[in-house]
């Protein structure tokens, strides 16, 4: 009889593709999701077993584990993965689970200047004392879906504005949604093989910032330019579309270690042909796909005077403070925080190949 496998954040961005991609190899999986929507609907009509609640309660996270063997950890996205973290880890305990997946990140160390980042370091160490539980590491660079985040700006105005420094800069083989889950599933689905390890799935090109925006223009059928955006900027345009303001102070830091060449180290791998036998997506076949399903890549009047609209909003947006935002917030700051290539518990996992 095959495991039953509890995906968390299963209606997010790899939870979707993670449940449909276990469900094809015929196991019984429960999916954790916030709310009756139509993107669990659509897991329910896989064949999913639908459990909604809260991923931060210890009663609901030890009533989805019940007869689970299995399990797949993707925090929800925020600033409390510790208390996820605690919430999981005990309830885990509690139901034996045999084997975990967990999605962490390719930055993570105890010592990284973004507490979400310890913070993961922190649900990986705690999975791994889980006595009689074996445990696989998918740990997650920078995601291709973070560069369609500005879509509607580079179809209707052909401009992509991220601080990811210089446009020859070639920081990123961006990995697909699809094929970081294909790795989980693979894992998943074979413990005795992949216990133990820690995977970095990536794209197959190494690609510079302008080589991605030739590539979502070329998708968008016109030319895109790429702009290193100041950080005041960025800091703004996240304010104008009410991203979280701790998530704000950890986004801003990825964006220095991209710009610092921390997710080109060892990229590109052959992680995701030898874990799931299948060859990696390419950017172009991302972007193709990213774009034919959204709308804002339609060139048209409406959505062109929504983008410029939303260009106004931005720069009439006041600027965040990062250092009000860490006292308001309660920040935890550590005094010998670094950058993951600053960090010698990081280089000791990562060093460059």
């Not at 991609?21 to 916030?34: C, D, I, Q």
């Not at 992509?160 to 990995?175: C, D, Q, W």
């Not at 968008?220 to 303001?245: H, Q, S």
Request: aromatic letters at 8%; glycine letters at 8%; a neutral charge.
């Amino acid at each position: 009889m095959k495991a039953r496998i509890l995906v968390t954040s299963a209606a997010g961005n790899t939870g979707i593709p993670t449940t449909l991609g276990l469900l094809e190899k015929g196991y019984k999986v429960r999916a954790f999701v916030r709310q009756r929507d139509a993107r669990s609907l659509r897991l329910e009509e896989a064949g999913a077993e639908l459990f909604v609640g809260d991923m931060f309660s210890y009663r609901d996270m030890r009533n989805a584990l019940k007869e689970v063997q299995r399990a797949y950890v993707c925090p929800p996205p925020g600033p409390n993965t510790a208390h996820f973290a605690s919430v999981f880890v005990t309830a885990a305990r509690e139901s034996q689970l045999e084997h975990v997946v967990t999605l962490s990140q390719w930055l993570s160390a105890h010592d990284h200047l973004a507490s979400t980042t310890r913070e993961a370091w922190l649900l990986d160490k705690m999975i791994a004392a889980l006595p009689n539980t074996t445990h696989t590491i998918n740990e997650v660079g920078f995601f291709a879906e973070n560069y369609f985040g500005g879509l509607a700006a580079a179809a209707q105005l052909g401009m992509l504005a991220m601080p990811l420094g210089s446009p020859e800069l070639k920081g990123n083989a961006p990995p697909s949604n699809e094929d970081i889950a294909a790795v989980s599933v693979a894992c998943l689905a074979d413990p005795k093989t992949h216990a133990g390890h820690r995977y970095r799935p990536t794209g197959p090109t190494l690609l510079s910032n302008n080589e991605i925006a030739g590539i979502i223009g070329k998708a968008l059928g016109r030319t895109v330019t790429y702009t290193d955006a100041p950080e005041w900027m960025f800091l703004k345009a996240m304010k104008a579309d009410g991203i979280n303001p701790t998530m704000m102070t950890q986004f801003r830091l990825y964006m220095h270690e991209y710009q610092r060449g921390t997710f080109a180290v060892n990229a590109p791998n052959d992680v995701v042909r030898t874990v799931t036998g299948q060859e990696p997506e390419s950017f172009e076949t991302i972007a193709k796909r990213v774009v034919h399903n959204n709308p804002e890549a339609v060139r048209s009047a409406r959505n062109w005077i929504t983008t410029v609209t939303g260009m106004l909003r931005i720069l009439l947006t006041s600027t965040p403070s990062v250092p009000a935002i860490e006292q308001a917030g309660d920040h935890v700051l550590i005094t010998d925080g670094v950058y993951a290539n600053g960090s010698e518990d990081w280089a000791s996992l990562h060093s460059p190949t």
